[in-house]
């Protein structure tokens, strides 16, 4: 199909660490994106990694990439109460386009 | 503040109606999109411009959706004959370079009554 998939939900507490999930479509595409969003507000570009990469770390967020599944991951360490959002990862398909996953709400409790 | 800017936030509107929705990008960036996000989803692509061409189009977008990017500057989007299905977040993003970092403005919130 089309769709690129994520998983609902993520509850966490406070500096444990979170990992988010997203299978994607398209073999070929050439970058995978993590975007944060906050309530009433637009997207927020965290982190990317090209498609020839399987890590890629950037202080407290880890992104992990398996081409042969078409699975990415994010890693949040020491998850603080203020990373509670909604995390859509994307993949760029054809020259331009980004495709977006449905979402994943973390929330982090104290 | 340079960041892309959406203009209204907030729109509501009976259906029948027409809206448009301008978005300012960031000056430098070349490339602009619209989306579109209902709730609990993510974002949907609508159209996206390089400067002031239009180089593609969604099959979301229907006849009664155009987009326009005079002068490669700002862009408009306008929807015709609203429709309760139109309710939704219409979203702004712009960018440049091969790297495609899409950075996104706040928002146009639709609500057709």
């Known amino acids: 199909g089309e769709d690129v998939e994520q998983s609902l939900f993520l509850s966490v507490r406070e500096g444990d660490s979170s990992v988010i999930n997203c299978t994607y479509t398209?073999?070929?595409?050439?970058?995978l994106y993590w975007y944060k969003q906050e309530p009433g507000a637009g997207l927020q570009l965290l982190t990317y990694i090209f498609s020839n990469m399987d890590m890629k770390q950037d202080q407290r967020l880890t992104v992990l990439l398996n081409k042969k599944d078409k699975h990415l991951s994010l890693r949040i360490a020491d998850t603080q109460t203020g990373d509670s959002a909604i995390y859509f990862c994307a993949e760029k398909r054809g020259f331009q386009k980004l495709v977006f996953g449905t979402g994943t709400r973390l929330l982090v409790s104290p | 503040d340079t960041g892309v800017s959406q203009d209204p936030r907030h729109k509501i509107t009976k259906r029948g109606q027409n809206v448009t929705f301008r978005c300012d990008p960031i000056s430098e960036h070349n490339r602009l999109y619209w989306y579109r996000q209902t709730l609990g989803q993510g974002p949907e692509f609508l159209t996206y411009?390089?400067?002031?061409?239009?180089?593609?189009k969604s099959r979301l977008l229907s006849d009664r959706f155009s987009a326009e990017r005079p002068k490669g500057s700002f862009s408009t989007l306008e929807i015709q004959r609203t429709e309760q299905g139109d309710s939704a977040m219409y979203l702004c993003?712009?960018?440049?370079?091969?790297?495609?970092?899409?950075?996104f403005g706040s928002g146009t919130q639709l609500s057709v009554l």
């Open positions: 411009f390089q400067n002031e061409a239009q180089l593609e």
């Open positions: 398209d073999s070929s595409s050439t970058y």
């Open positions: 993003a712009s960018s440049f370079g091969r790297l495609e970092k899409l950075f």
